[in-house]
């Protein structure tokens, strides 16, 4: 949430921050802003220029009333939380004198006791945020004599909440100072310049060598150098890494959308999320679970946590994880997990699902769970990012940056991940023989052909899109591991297309929801592979039921199953998969409904209404 860019270096700030910014506007898109360090007349003074609605408004201001050169900048694109988004409320914001210019992300806690304070000392504030306090704060610092650096530290210090700041001094244009706590924070690191981002795709065009701070720590980045400390200003290091993945991963290659671009880049995100996990004797490797075979034994209880797609990915993963090791695994909402009070022991693992690896609500979760003592396993798609580095263990995604708010390839490669997991956990406690787990495998690596099958089709979806586009309510029906496909298909359309969509377990229909259903209604219906007879025998009879009272039935079933084509009005072909697999196919065409349906409508498929990647807010 919040995108955060800062520079300094050769370059024009100008466009390296706004081409930064263009990059981390998924991360939010209520406002935009940019300030630079102007020292063209010989006394530094800040130029800068904020306002609400998209990037594109900003540019069109600077445009019309350029600002001045200069190589010393940062800049931010909003998603708000104190305050409405308008020009006023948009960051950058300044100091009393305009000496100091602040971005954030985060939210300040305690900004109210600081705010009163300082306007009992005469400070006037210009907007509602609780950014502005800390623009006040700096400035007060660096007028008394600190340097900037020193003035984060002690500014940081009477924060409560979580911040990411970055700032600029108009008297020190050779650097950009930026602190972390609870919140996203990454460096570039380059020749004779140096990026801050919120994360490395607000520079992975310049440079691909990263560092990634700890918590509480501030950073100075100047031409030549990078140095971290404590808030105490004690010395500390940040861990260098080789960002894998370059300037093209970042852009849309020519389609109309991310999101499209990453629903279609299933396949090879699907293999890449494989990739080095198995030998050929269909054994597993998963090194980076750093967890030992003993300490693997002794779990007698699973919790996977996560929100939103993610928690499904985790509703899917328990059916998996439960038949194969035979532990129980429960699946909880992050944000509802710590206060429930649930049951943890030594013996837990607790699994973070997160594409990000910055949800508040999921780090706040493992937190709690780990001051429990129980162990914490991260699946996460950002290297570096702040809930697998507060974990025992993770098991990273591979799927490449995920800009599409929706989350489509991030999703399947998380249950890519929860598979191999559970198939560790059954090599390890030897709940399944190695040529069961073999076979799986082999299912597993077919995979990405399988996904490739349904993306073939994506033709047919859009055309069915197409005759959908003055639908307001469309329900989606799933059984077993399809139930999760059918929450996910709802919420893919409510957050792209802004119209009622609700998935059910299809045995519940009868207990309730069937009162819904009206003449004309659309409703997809997942139908399980014919392998477990006994489930897709229900399915079946769930649509003829919802069929006999008038809906318009959207099938997705594995090819050769005839049995169903008398109750389908549309039918979608699926590979035919084990039951347990079958989410990893079935999902894609209600990702490709929706991205086409949203489209259709005239609706930012990128960039939802209401919505951000990172929700780095409780
Ligand atoms: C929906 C979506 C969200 C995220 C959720 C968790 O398309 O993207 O529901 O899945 O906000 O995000 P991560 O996985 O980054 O923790």
């Not at 918590?215 to 100075?220: A, I, N």
């Not at 508040?360 to 709690?368: E, G, K, P, S």
């Not at 709940?431 to 994506?458: C, N």
């Not at 586009?469 to 919420?491: D, N």
């Amino acid at each position: 949430m919040c995108g955060i860019v800062g520079y300094v270096g050769d370059k024009q700030a100008q466009g390296v921050v706004i081409e930064g910014l263009r990059r981390l506007e998924y991360r939010g898109y209520d406002s935009a802003g940019i300030a630079l360090v102007d020292t063209a007349d010989g006394d530094g003074r800040i130029a800068s220029d904020k306002r609400a609605g998209k990037l594109a408004n900003l540019e069109k201001a600077i445009g019309e009333a350029p600002l001045p050169s200069s190589t010393t900048g940062i800049g931010h694109t909003r998603w708000a939380t104190h305050g409405a988004p308008n020009d006023e409320n948009a960051h950058p914001h300044l100091g009393r004198v305009s000496r100091v210019a602040v971005v954030h992300n985060g939210i300040i806690e305690n900004f109210a006791l600081l705010r009163t304070e300082l306007e009992r000392a005469g400070h006037e504030m210009l907007s509602e945020t609780d950014t502005e306090i800390a623009a006040h704060l700096l400035e007060l610092e660096v007028q008394a004599g600190a340097d900037l650096t020193t003035a984060m530290q002690n500014v940081c210090r009477r924060l409560e909440g979580a911040f990411t700041l970055v700032a600029v001094d108009a008297e020190d244009p050779s650097r950009v100072v930026a602190a972390r706590r609870n919140s996203p924070l990454v460096v570039g690191v380059g020749e004779g310049e140096n990026f801050i981002g919120s994360d490395v795709a607000a520079f992975i065009e310049h440079t691909r060598e990263a560092m990634e701070l700890g918590q509480d720590q501030v950073v100075t980045i100047t031409r030549d150098r990078v140095e971290v400390t404590g808030f105490d200003g004690s010395p500390a290091e940040g861990q260098r890494y080789h960002v894998d993945w370059d300037l093209s991963a970042a852009e849309k290659d020519g389609y109309d959308w991310f999101m499209r671009k990453e629903i279609f880049e299933q396949p090879r995100a699907v293999a890449d999320a494989m990739l080095g996990r198995h030998d050929g004797s269909g054994k597993l490797q998963l090194d980076e679970v750093r967890l030992s075979e003993d300490e693997l034994r002794t779990v007698d209880k699973i919790i996977i946590v996560g929100c939103g797609t993610a928690n499904y990915a985790g509703l899917v993963a328990k059916y998996a994880i439960e038949h194969w090791t035979r532990i129980p695994c429960e699946v909880e909402l992050a944000h509802e997990f710590r206060y429930r009070d649930p049951i943890l022991t030594r013996d837990t693992l607790v699994v973070a699902m997160s594409q990000s690896g910055e949800t508040a609500d999921t780090l706040m979760a493992i937190r709690h769970a780990r001051a429990q003592g129980s162990r914490v396993l991260a699946i996460c798609n950002t290297n570096g990012s702040t809930i697998p580095r507060e974990s025992d263990a993770v098991i990273y995604t591979h799927a490449g940056p995920e800009i599409g708010v929706a989350s489509t390839k991030g999703f399947l490669t998380q249950l890519i991940a929860c598979y191999l997991l559970g198939l560790y956990l059954a090599q390890v406690r030897g709940t399944k023989f190695g040529d069961e787990i073999s076979q799986v495998l082999d299912e597993l690596s077919r995979m990405p052909e399988h996904v490739q099958e349904v993306l073939d089709q994506a033709e047919d979806v859009y055309a069915l899109a197409a005759q959908h586009a003055q639908t307001r309510s469309v329900l989606f029906l799933g059984r077993h591991a399809g139930f999760p496909i059918a929450l996910e298909g709802a919420l893919k359309l409510k957050e792209l297309a802004y119209i009622h969509a609700e998935g059910f377990a299809a045995g519940e229909l009868k207990h309730g929801p069937i009162a819904l259903i009206e003449d004309g209604l659309p409703v997809f219906c997942i139908v399980p592979p014919r392998g477990r007879d006994e489930l897709h025998q229900k399915m079946v009879s769930a649509i003829q039921e919802i069929r006999a009272r008038g809906a318009r039935t959207i099938v997705l079933a594995e090819e050769g199953d005839e049995s169903i084509t008398p109750y389908a009005d549309e039918l979608i072909r699926l590979p035919r998969v084990p039951t347990l697999l079958q989410p990893v196919v079935s999902v894609v065409p209600l990702q490709l409904f929706a991205c086409e349906l949203a489209t259709q409508m005239g609706h930012d498929v990128d960039q939802p209404r209401n919505l951000a990647k990172s929700v780095t807010v409780e």
